[in-house]
């Protein structure tokens, strides 16, 4: 019987296609989630939109915390660590914590390096902006990846552009002979093995999710249509005026993405969506993409 | 010969893959519509509660259930069990209801305890099988045989045209049970869409 074994790790990943993962910070917010259809949720001290309001260093979650979210729900519980945060990571395991994200969204712990998941049996998620990035995670061990965008803002220009990027350098793979692809890895910061690899298949060897400035089921349908797995949304549902009703919509329209009469029926009155913040109103500086 | 895979979250490439390697096609099922003229259906990996809820949404939960009662052949693994079975031991809702075992949900625990092993099947011989917060048998009707174990616990179980793994086979390349699968369709009645 074999444990934590990357199969068992990329298998999980793939349970979670067409769903949506919420971020959650109470028992009750959990619960709600389950309800609405998530197919798992990430339990978190704050969400991106308070991290980003109030500054200051993120950190994990009390295990306080995530145990109350373990204790609420049968779906399975994500929790975030700071990049690079190897004891952090080792809490979560204990913890039994079903995937870990290695996530820009808290504050990085390592200057120089990610954490190297191999030696877990825990699974991660990273975030990556384009294909260098994803590359890179997936060498260190990630069991799935999902597109970064920008954390919290409620604006899903980031997402889009992250996606976008992936898609065409996959793209631009496929007409590569073996000197090329070497040359691309240089450039890109990718390595080799794994460029072949999705060469060949042309698409991520892992599952691949969209997030990061996800808050209306129109946003949730757009991903997919740009062919990401599945979405994570963050602050979207529980900055929004009615959580309950906007989470059963957004898990709807991820599913029926292609269906625009399904589309329309769900994004029909859902009250207000979390207030956005537009991408150049934000500090370079601040901006946790960069991390 | 057309085998469709509930399509509303889960693994469902990995069982399209499968059957488009057995060379039989399959096909995405959303709505109530795409049941039409299936010979089979699988129900795929994924969360059951999210499965169930995207069903229920859109009337497909009922359109799958008449369609199951009036004869088609299902099947079923991981979360697909666990929609099918007759009842759930730990959690208050009972999802198809159609086949007569009691299963367990995450009985295996979180992921870190998720794992790999070989599962012995009747007539289908030593099955390498991927577990994933994998459901437990725990009780089983008279109409339903278990035909593969892991030590004494039943994982791959049949009642008539319904089969159901507590596995993966669709994310490790052995095609066999899917065969089996596919075997019992080719022998089913011909069902009517009730």
């Known amino acids: 019987m074999d444990k934590g074994t990357y199969r068992v790790k990329t298998g999980f990943a793939e349970m979670f296609k067409g769903g949506v993962i919420m971020d959650v910070t109470t028992a009750d917010q959990a619960r709600i989630a389950e309800e609405a259809g998530a197919v798992a949720v990430m339990a978190l001290e704050r969400v991106p939109a308070d991290i980003r309001a109030q500054g200051g260093v993120a950190r994990m979650a009390d295990p306080q915390k995530i145990r109350e979210i373990q204790d609420a729900v049968s779906i399975p519980v994500m929790a975030k660590v700071r990049i690079g945060h190897i004891a952090e990571a080792r809490i979560l395991e204990a913890l039994g914590v079903d995937f870990i994200d290695e996530s820009e969204v808290l504050t990085p712990a390592d200057p120089f390096h990610h954490i190297d998941k191999w030696g877990f049996k825990v699974p991660f998620v990273c975030g990556c902006r384009d294909l260098g990035e994803a590359t890179r995670r997936i060498a260190e061990g990630a069991a799935m990846i999902r597109t970064k965008g920008e954390a919290g803002t409620g604006n899903v220009i980031e997402a889009v552009r992250h996606m976008r990027l992936l898609n065409d350098q996959i793209r631009r793979l496929q007409g590569m002979n073996r000197a090329e692809l070497i040359s691309y890895g240089k450039e890109i910061g990718a390595p080799v093995e794994i460029l072949e690899l999705i060469q060949e298949h042309g698409r991520l060897p892992v599952v691949n999710f969209a997030a990061g400035g996800i808050a209306t089921p129109a946003d949730a349908a757009l991903m997919r249509m740009l062919g990401c797995d599945g979405v994570f949304v963050g602050s979207g549902i529980f900055k929004s005026a009615d959580p309950e009703k906007r989470a059963k919509a957004i898990v709807v329209a991820c599913t029926h993405y292609d269906d625009p009469q399904v589309l329309a029926e769900v994004a029909t009155g859902l009250g207000e969506a979390m207030p956005g913040i537009p991408i150049e109103a934000i500090p370079e500086t601040e901006l946790m993409q960069h991390r | ?194």
Request: glycine share 12%; net charge positive.
């Open chain 2, 1 to 194: 010969m057309t085998i469709g895979v509930l399509a509303v979250q889960g693994d469902v490439r990995e069982h399209l893959r499968t059957l488009a390697r057995l060379g039989v096609k399959g096909r995405p099922v959303r709505r109530p519509d795409h049941l039409a003229g299936l010979d089979g259906i699988i129900l795929p990996g994924g969360e059951s509660t999210a499965m169930w809820r995207l069903m229920t949404a859109t009337g497909l939960a009922d359109a799958v259930r008449r369609a199951i009662l009036a004869g088609l052949p299902a099947f079923g693994t991981c979360a697909g069990m666990i929609l099918l079975a007759r009842q759930i031991t730990n959690w208050p809702e009972t999802f198809l209801g159609v086949l007569d075992v009691a299963v367990e949900r995450n009985a295996t625990g979180r992921q870190v305890d998720s794992f790999e092993a070989l599962v012995t099947a009747n007539g289908l011989g030593e099955l390498p099988a991927v577990f994933i917060r994998a459901p437990a048998v725990r009780e089983i009707g008279p109409g339903v045989r278990a035909l593969g174990r892991l030590g004494d616990e039943p994982v791959l179980v049949k009642q008539g045209p319904l089969l159901a793994a507590s596995f993966h086979p669709e994310l490790t390349g052995d095609t066999r049970v899917h065969e089996l699968f596919i075997q019992m369709c080719r022998k089913g009645e011909p069902w009517q869409h009730a």
